[in-house]
């Protein structure tokens, strides 16, 4: 599965929920490599940045 096919099955992961919000959504793409989509739905972006500030602090603390 290519990236435009993945972003488009996370936003259609994301409207299918019902609720404003947001995901983002990382993948192996090859051996090496990573990628990451994201897709926000009715979610405000003030509130998109906290969440994300938030998810990113959790994870530095537990794996730092």
Do not use: W
């Given at each position: ?38 897709s926000f739905n009715q979610m405000p972006k003030v509130a998109a940045v906290k969440g994300l ?12």
């Amino acid at each position: 599965m290519d990236d435009q096919e993945i972003q488009k099955k996370v936003e259609q992961f994301l409207k299918s929920l019902g609720q404003p919000g947001f995901i983002v959504f990382g993948y192996k793409k090859d051996k090496d490599q990573f990628q990451i989509v994201s897709s926000f739905n009715q979610m405000p972006k003030v509130a998109a940045v906290k969440g994300l500030s938030k998810v990113l602090n959790e994870f530095v603390q537990r794996e730092m």
